[in-house]
């Protein structure tokens, strides 16, 4: 399946992610070649089958409705790169 | 006198037991063997000597005032870098979480912490890829021959107990990624059932494939961490609610009348001529210890590579989209607006193997693609996992090889993807199907570069692979050697 | 050229539980920035969902009220989209296998009751809040309320106008409160509309292109919004234009909405089923259980102030419409009071009180049983209803039953014929003017002098038997 510029550049923004005219090329050949390696099952009809989502078979997989002590503010931003008064930061939105 | 760090999990712990020696003896040793050679097999990412001597001596204060231990406490363990580890940097070897500091600790993690963790292993990043040249980092050497991989995405944790860097090692395997680097360094690698270890705290890859296991020198070390690290957790709603089983119970050779099948598809043209004959030496093997061993066919094989790489991708896109920049990790500098954020951060933090497997997980997952390629890839694998069942109708276990062949040199593996993808044809199958393996280090090739043969048990019949396992290690000619460390190409 | 507008409606609300949806951080509205939050709730690397049961049951049990089927198998799935409010950057919800389907809300229209149809109701998180700093280049994310567990009702387009739309949201939400499955308080955010809403020519089948007006936070700017939308299509389609499909944000404030998205920007969210996640599966005795949780519902009790009861349709609608008024309604009626007074007092007096004091129904203080003994002193004659009135406030501020409140501030009626004989002897001692003009037959001389009477009684006197002893003495004078 030969995939275009276009579609992986499409692919590239709903991943976010900048690609040089290079790696958009680069992509392009190489997932041309794994769609078509993927191609492979169309040999087999599926007509019937239904799909697999979990291979274990357990169903009601609950929590019971009890509170428990969430983290301390301090425990939750330690990561962040920019955060300030209780909050992480984000460069202001448009929206 | 061999060394403290050449011995087996099991051995210490039965001098632990006996106080002929303590664990910060063991540990002081360990990082003896580490300063050692770590500079040549650089399977490390983290080395924590100074919070690993400090556990030691607390667990050696709790043995002294007759605290209960579990069995391997006291014991140090190496810890592959996507599981995380309370207050100890977890990066899964990627630009993206070079500084990321988990605040919790994962269900394994909980379940080892009276072990003694060394150190955090090196890997590809965020488990993707067969040789663990994908890490940000560094490039582990395999131990057998520093000029080869060795293996991946686990390749730092197979190495490091391979060359007696730690005594054990957790790992994790989503297509393979713990059977193939431990048949690459010669040790035992186990991928448990689906479900049976909890991935609560397992930086995920592909949710539905990927499980936490052992690496350790034997079948015993790898019996007794299976019972540390299984368990139902409530934490992990795919956690199987089955009742603990001790493991150690199936350490017994008895494996007689055993029906063991060999996959023909799995002994084609692909596999190299010596790890085939590998495979068939441990049949005749199995078949003098009273085992019923024969060829049998699981026809669905030619198809799981790309059913596998289509849901791990489609997965794995889904689960890489929250490195943002703005809870954790790496951010990019200089960015204007939040689109900046985004695509600098991501571009700039993942390396190019994940952005192609996010790429190709994004188009599977797309409008209009979904059913040609992911639901299409879900109803092959539920023909698959069929198959299996077929196949352990008649058999109680499989018998393959692990690997197509044994560790490659450096740059030697095209950059052609189909190519090196290729390389997992023998090990996705059961992450496909939910399925037990362990590869068992059988042989080594005309160059000493280890072969592992690999066993496939049904699901929830790990203690089988155990006892046929243990009935290789106890009766094949085959002796461990150790990788000559230092030695050249 | 005639049109004919049709809307459908989304509707989400959040879940009264305890919990969040997937972790166990308290579910609660306010609180201090990033005070309510875990590794699950903020997406760190390798955490794992798990499904609180209650939300699976408050699903159920509002579809159950709004008369859907249950789905005997549902799911969840992974929405995936990047925002800085969604942690993960999917949202978990359910995409093909809901928890309820089909169902439908009963709406009173000037032509009789009209069934809303709904297509759906299914589980998911919330998002975080993103906050945009008044100064500064920066905006603030907040995840107290990520994770927070939510349904979305989704209608069928069977709306065909803003009033209609304003019944139904209203409908829906005395619905959630009465079952107690969401407290919807729209000024809290834990009840949010999505409209959708197109026109097209009178009699065409096909629908029209339709907008998109993303959470809009009250039910008076949504009927704004429908409104302005009505009106702007209308337009574009008479000046011979085309109606585009767009997401629309409505500004309640300025009173237009501008485009936020248009067709092509449309997201891609790559449903697909969420694998950290095993299905539910829903037997028909878990129903039956809810089932039988489920208190009379607001058509219920509509039907039964009509019926028995005997209110007329605009009170017996009021009250069923609104969970803490027909609480306090029926309580009273428990308490020995009468529906018409119970009805009376708490659609005028009460009414007017929780208006002023800008209070909702369940927050009023007292119980039925005071109200019914209220409507009891009355009765009794202890006190006029005069009084009464004044001793309504007090219940909302004291906590003190009317009889204590009555005694205490004195207020007791007075009844006693010679007592008010000799007030209003007084007072018509006082007033010679009043029954002059008594005398030459101005009417009005008469409710002076009762006032007055009242007046010198502080209220205590009883009306009628001020009114029967002057309409005695007066025209003997």
């Known amino acids: ?95 | 006198m061999s060394n403290l760090y050449e011995l087996t999990a099991h051995e210490l712990a039965d001098k632990l037991a006996k106080k002929e020696v303590s664990s910060a003896e063991i540990c002081e040793n360990q990082f003896k063997r580490i300063d050692e050679v770590e500079g040549d097999v650089e399977g490390y990412i983290t080395v924590l000597h100074d919070e690993a001597m400090a556990k030691a001596k607390e667990i050696d204060t709790k043995r002294a005032a007759g605290e209960r231990l579990s069995p391997l406490a006291g014991i140090p363990i190496a810890v592959k870098d996507n599981i995380c580890t309370k207050d100890i940097k977890t990066t899964c070897a990627s630009h993206m979480l070079y500084n990321f500091v988990p605040p919790y600790n994962a269900t394994v993690s909980e379940k080892i912490s009276d072990l003694v963790i060394i150190g955090k292993t090196n890997m590809d990043e965020f488990a993707m890829g067969s040789s663990t040249e994908n890490s940000y980092f560094k490039k582990t050497k395999n131990p057998y021959n520093l000029g080869c991989v060795p293996g991946g995405s686990s390749g730092g944790s197979a190495a490091v107990v391979s060359a007696d860097e730690a005594i054990i090692a957790l790992g994790s395997d989503t297509g393979g990624s713990i059977r193939q680097p431990a048949s690459f360094c010669g040790v035992v690698g186990f991928k448990p059932t689906y479900g049976r270890v909890s991935r609560f705290g397992l930086v995920a890859f592909a949710s539905s494939l990927d499980q936490i296991g052992p690496f350790t020198k034997d079948v015993e070390d790898c019996a007794l961490l299976l019972n540390q690290i299984t368990g139902h957790d409530v934490k992990d709603s795919t956690s199987l609610n089955v009742p603990d089983e001790d493991f150690t119970q199936y350490l017994n050779a008895d494996i007689k009348g055993m029906k063991i099948g060999i996959p023909k598809e799995y002994m084609g043209e692909g596999i190299s001529e010596e790890v085939r004959n590998a495979v068939l030496s441990a049949a005749k093997l199995y078949e003098s210890m009273g085992a019923e061993v024969e060829q049998c066919s699981l026809p669905m094989t030619p198809y799981a590579l790309a059913a596998y790489y289509m849901i791990s991708s489609a997965e794995a896109s889904s689960n890489l989209a929250r490195y943002d920049g703005i809870r954790f990790g790496f951010r990019a500098k200089d960015c204007k607006d939040l689109e900046d954020v985004y695509f600098k951060t991501r571009s700039e933090g993942f390396g190019k193997e994940v952005k192609r497997r996010i790429m190709l997980g994004t188009f599977v997952l797309s409008s209009g693609y979904y059913d040609a390629y992911y639901k299409k890839a879900q109803q092959v694998r539920t023909l698959i996992r069929e198959d299996f069942g077929k196949a352990f109708e008649k058999y109680d276990l499989l018998l393959a090889p692990t690997a197509p062949d044994t560790a490659w040199k450096f740059g030697e593996k095209s950059a052609d993807p189909v190519q090196m993808y290729a390389a997992d044809i023998c090990t996705v199958s059961l992450n496909i199907a939910g399925l037990p393996g362990m590869s068992f280090p059988f042989a080594l090739d005309k160059n000493g570069l280890p072969i592992g043969v690999q066993l496939i048990g049904k699901a929830m019949h790990d203690g089988d692979i155990i006892r046929a396992g243990y009935a290789l290690e106890k009766n094949s000619a085959y002796t461990k050697t150790k990788p000559q460390l230092g030695g050249a190409n | 050229m005639k049109y004919e507008t049709v809307i459908g409606l989304e509707i989400h609300a959040e879940l009264a539980t305890n919990t969040k949806i997937y972790c166990s951080c308290a579910n609660e509205f306010g609180g201090e920035e990033n005070t309510r939050c875990c590794p699950v709730c903020i997406g760190l690397p390798g955490v794992l969902p798990v499904l609180n049961k209650k939300v699976v049951e408050y699903c159920i049990k509002a579809g159950l009220a709004m008369n859907c089927e249950i789905s005997h198998f549902s799911k969840q799935d992974r929405k995936n989209y990047f925002y800085p409010d969604l942690p993960k950057a999917y949202q978990i919800s359910q995409f093909d296998l809901p928890i309820c389907k089909n169902g439908y809300v009963p709406i009173e229209t000037k032509n009789g009751t009209k069934n809303i149809g709904l297509t759906r109701i299914h589980i998911e998180e919330d998002a975080g809040k993103l906050m945009h700093a008044e100064f500064g280049d920066y905006s603030r994310v907040d995840y107290n309320r990520g994770g927070v567990p939510l349904i979305e009702i989704v209608s069928e387009p069977d709306m065909s106008s803003p009033e209609e739309a304003l019944a139904f949201l209203e409908s829906v939400r005395a619905i959630l409160k009465c079952v107690g499955v969401s407290d919807c308080k729209m000024q809290e955010g834990s009840l949010r509309c999505d409209i959708n809403l197109s026109i097209r020519p009178e009699g065409q089948k096909e629908f029209g292109i339709r907008s998109e007006h993303k959470n809009v936070n009250s039910f008076s700017a949504a009927y704004r919004a429908m409104q302005y939308e009505e009106k702007r299509q209308k337009a574009v389609l008479d000046a011979g234009g085309v109606i585009e499909q767009e997401t629309r944000r409505w500004d309640d404030v300025k009173g237009v909405s501008t485009i936020m998205r248009t067709k092509e920007e449309a997201q891609d969210y790559r449903y697909f089923p969420e694998p950290d996640l095993m299905p539910v599966i829903i037997s028909d005795e878990w129903v039956e259980e809810i089932r039988k949780t489920l208190p009379e519902l607001p058509k219920e009790k509509f039907a039964r102030y009509t019926g028995e009861l005997g209110l007329s349709d605009y009170d017996a609608g009021l009250l069923s419409g609104n969970t803490g008024l027909a609480n306090l309604f029926d309580s009273s009626i428990e308490n020995g009071a009468g529906a018409k007074e119970s009805a009376n007092w708490i659609l005028g007096d009460i009414s007017k009180e929780l208006n002023e004091r800008n209070m909702e129904a369940d927050d009023i203080p007292f119980d039925g049983a005071a109200l019914a003994e209220l409507i009891a002193l009355i009765g009794k004659g202890t006190i006029s209803g005069t009084i009464a009135k004044k001793v309504l406030p007090v219940m909302f501020e004291e906590n003190k039953k009317p009889s204590v409140i009555v005694e205490e501030k004195g207020l007791v009626q007075i009844t006693d014929e010679g007592a008010i004989k000799k007030i209003v002897e007084e007072v018509i001692a006082a007033n010679p003017q009043a029954v002059s003009d008594f005398k030459v037959g101005k009417k009005q001389a008469m409710g002076f002098l009762t006032g007055q009477i009242m007046r010198a009684s502080k209220g205590k006197a009883n009306p009628a038997a001020v009114n029967k002893l002057l309409s005695e003495i007066l025209p003997t004078l």
């Open chain 1, 1 to 95: 399946m030969s995939i275009t510029i276009k579609e992986i550049e499409h692919l590239a923004k709903l991943a976010r992610l900048n690609l040089s005219d290079e790696e958009k090329e680069r992509l392009t050949g190489e997932m041309s070649g794994i769609l078509d390696f993927a191609h492979k099952l169309n040999e087999l009809d599926v007509s019937d089958i239904s799909p697999t989502m979990h291979v274990g078979a357990d169903s009601n997989v609950f929590r019971e409705d009890v509170a428990r002590e969430s983290y301390p503010t301090s425990e939750i931003l330690r990561n962040a790169a920019e955060a300030d008064e209780g909050c992480f930061l984000v460069p202001k939105t448009v929206e």
